[in-house]
């Protein structure tokens, strides 16, 4: 019988100050505090006395010591300060608690870090890993389906030994011990983020595992909140403070989030030690920044990625793509990309075509780019292990490139092209040829790469075979550079090394192009490298709901630009669904319809004369829109800031709007109001403090009133002063948009695709007494370069003045980057018709007042110079 009982690290005999950092010698651990930068703090207790060396995979900016650190012992506590954040360790206990330079105190162990030997039967979670029966399976059904006769150049006894066969001899490599922590939570905090999850935006009370599941394979499911992605990180709001948390581990770990204990947060990590880092806020766009500054910002994406994707599991012909691509330019839709799924594959071979039914697929991708669509493809990692002539295998096997079983043997499991061996993507050497497998797609003409299955999914058989069961890659299998790891601890690693070896293939095959990949596997710092889907989602107007507080939850974890496929993956949608769908589709960061091959039709004409229409016209707005959400991927870019966010991020001193999850901020000036239910034709909208319009009319409704200063503070206001509610008018196709007064969305026309020149810049000018906020415009060509400032182009917007006196300031255009030559429509949003309108004081003969719209119109050339434009 194992010992199960529970240690903790004790006193302290010994502790010594480095730079930035202090260790700290328990009787039984050994506990190091990092200041990373002056608001990030990393902190690691290790039972074992010694701390885990860090993976060739990681960045060094996760361990490095940046920030400074003072350190002075007191009355047997160590008193340590950044600048932001202040930490005391109990001498004699080993406990830390927390806070903020200014006396707040957050995220305080309520006792000491306690470990003890754990049985991973313990952890319902890991389950099928374990699964005795399944192993058996998998071993009799390789050994009776992946006949080795027809493959004697794969079978075990011929392919290459290695150091990794070596290494696992004999020892699991698995460390078992399980660590907990417990911190106090303040009995107003929210706690938000924790990446992909289904459920209430809030996560307080919920308990939450981290491990990426594919939870349609058979026999899995939901189990504790696992879903396809694994971000343990998570922000905590109370009133006046934002800090975050985030656990340094890529195996088994779980949150508890207050559902054993209401007052506190559970930290779990199975593993030689508890590692987690702490970021001090204050605000959740501080939180969020501090999150990515350390685990990568979010790459940026090419123009054309943000314009409409369309996908569907079954087109399965050159003629049908092609025919896909004609409906859409004929009805004048706009699309900017077309979707192959494994269809176009021989036989579900990775890296291949069928040259049946895509006979020539340079032609097929070049008829696409004629139309000015792109060309994305799938890729899974399975490579089927059967079949003779596959280079893909050939050079795998060659390469010791794929998974191998703690006894030496390749891992075998069954995917789309039966039975399969998966790249161990924590090896360089792996992920480098991998990457280069793309040569072939990209020669074709490719533009984008979506991977799937990840997580990875594995079965234990043949699809066909009855009775097939989620097979998983053994815990101690060993993997990585020099057998460094396990797959127990680098599990939810496997998606996002594999979109880190495809990003890094496409930049190394054509660098003069943005890489753009897709993942539905996921976990911290894959942004770095991918685009996310959310995964095998149902037509069902829950799912569309759900879709609110998961995109959002993303947002805050770091993870900007994510979508869900648009109308539903299985089931059948109907017309109202899928119009309700594509109006809110329309605000997400990635937008893409897909279905399963035995869904209905489900393309945007696919449900008669009127849905079609309104899918058109939210399609256009999506273009229309572009100039607007291409600003945000930078700001993604450079800060992590959110694409898609809840209104706590924007405004959180309003309390009473933390939980609000059925309406969105698109960036800092656009709100959603989608309608997630049928048979709606008003929807009631929660006005957070300021002046709004409503985007579809140009008429302003007022929001709540924000007390002094507060915004700024972050101060505990009376909260149910700061929101409003109205009702607006929301039938299909009128999803309610809210513009923030006292700002200036910047609009493009009405386009086709994004090859297209924007000829035309609208400004939207919408005046409130406050000041606004002053909004940067960030163009560039769209693709290439793009982060250097001679190839980008900033123009500062500025809104002044009430509607009393409205004032419009268009800063010079900085930066290298040269537009097409176009106009710029300049709309200023006023209550009543005004007498006169005067651009840089002089009184303008040809302005126009729309009146539908309650807008004052000036048209000028863009000529790059600053302007102002005013109303009398
Ligand atoms: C998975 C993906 C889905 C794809 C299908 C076939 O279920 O999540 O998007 O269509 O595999 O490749």
Redesign the pocket.
Known sequence: MPDHTELTPGRVCHWQAGPGSIIAEHAQALTRIDAIAEDILRIRVAPSGRLAPSHSWQDASRSLAGGRLSVEERLRVLHLETGAMRARLDLDTGALSLGSADGAVYASDLAPVRWRPVERHEIPTLAPALAPAVASTVASAAASTAAPAATPSVSPATAPTTSRQANSGGSTGLATTGLWLQKALDPREGLFGCGQRFGALNRRGQRLAHWTTDI?SPGLGVVDGCLYQSHPVLLALRPGLAWGLMLGSSGYSHFDLGAERPDALGLFSLGGELDYYLFAGPTPAAVVEQITRLTGRPALPPLWALGYHQ?R?GYRSDAEIRTIANEFRSRRIPIDAIHL??DYMDEFRVFSWDRERFPNPRATVKALHQQDIHAVT?I?PGVKRIGSSYPVLETGLRGDHFIRRPDGELFTGYV?PGASLFPDFCRTSTRRWWGDLHAGLLDAGVDGIWG??NEPAIVDRPFEVPGATALAIPLDARQGDDAETCHAEAHNLYGTLMARATYEGLQRLRPQRRPWVLT?SASIGAQRWAVSWM??NASSWEDLRTSLPQLASMGLSGSPHVGV?IGG?YGACDGELFARWIELGAFYPFMRA?A?YGSPPQEPWAFGEEVEAIARIAIERRYQFLPYLYTLAHRAHRTGEPILRPLLYDFPQATELHEIEDQLMVGPLLMIAPVCEPGVSERQVLLPPGAWYDFHTGSRIDGGALPARAADTGADANANAMHRRCLLPAPPGRMPILVRGGSCLTLGPRRQSTREPLTKLTLEAYPDERQGDSWTLIEDAGDGGGNAHDTQAETALAMTGGQAGPRLRIGPRQGGWQPHPRQLVLRLHLAQQPEQMLLDAVPQVDWRWDQADHAAVVTLDDDGGAHQLSAE
Do not use: T
């Open positions: 349609h996908s599991w799924d494994i799938i899974d789309w799937d299955m539905r995964g095998d496929d993956f897909h399963y």
